[in-house]
């Protein structure tokens, strides 16, 4: 029999001996009321880019999604199954989250998967077709002309970002209450090596640095 990974065992004790007392109250009253979090995360499922570490989060605080290369598909109400569709629907109309955040990060394996075309990139695999909703029907994604691949990388992880944002708009529960002003979108792009995060200005489409721009009040 297998046994479970000790490691494992060993952070829960440290958490049952150290975090867990300092934050007890905090678990009961979640326990007992439910969640209520007012931010949802759609991030990547990359073992370096853990939002509840990147962003101090406590336990309730936030509400998260990953997958491969943090993508969300279109609206789509077929007879498939919609993981990512579904905890977005519940997101929204059971928690009523205020803001929807889709973090991307660099060094991402399933962008860099899908640019270099490599296995297990095959159409009739799971990889494949998921990485396959980063772009539309027709359209090419192609490395410009004297552009590094360093570069054409980050500008595709970044592109993810802006593609899940415009996805998220096709359904029309977000669409509506982002129309009305109860749900906020937002972009975000964490540096694995610097720690670095940059979070999507929405007036000029760029993303900021968040050590180099002021605390908001």
């Not at 977005?88 to 989250?97: D, G, H, K, P, S």
């Not at 027709?138 to 944002?165: H, N, P």
Request: a negative charge; one cysteine or more.
């Amino acid at each position: 029999m297998t046994s479970f990974p000790q490691h494992l065992l060993d952070g829960y004790r440290a958490f049952a001996s150290q975090r867990l007392p300092t934050e007890q109250t905090r678990y009961r009253e979640l326990s007992e009321r439910g969640q209520s979090p007012a931010v949802m995360v759609i991030g990547c499922c990359d073992s370096r880019v853990s939002p509840e570490v990147i962003f101090d989060a406590g336990p309730g605080e936030l509400f998260v999604v990953r997958n491969v290369a943090n993508l969300v598909p279109v609206y789509q109400p077929d007879g498939g199954a919609h993981g990512v569709s579904a905890a977005l629907e519940y997101a929204v109309n059971a928690l009523r989250i205020k803001h929807i955040v889709v973090l991307g990060h660099a060094q991402c394996g399933g962008i860099r998967a899908f640019i270099d075309k490599i296995d297990p990139l095959s159409p009739g695999d799971f990889i494949g077709r998921w990485m396959a909703m980063f772009i539309k029907p027709g359209e090419i994604v192609e490395q410009r002309e004297r552009e590094t691949m360093q570069d054409f990388t980050i500008r595709i992880e970044k592109a993810a970002i802006f593609r899940s944002l415009e996805n998220l708009m096709t359904f029309p529960f977000v669409r509506s209450r982002v129309e009305r002003g109860e749900i906020e979108l937002h972009g975000a792009y964490f540096g694995v090596a610097e720690g670095s995060l940059f979070v999507l200005d929405q007036a000029t489409k760029e993303f900021r640095s968040v050590r180099e721009s002021t605390p908001s009040s």
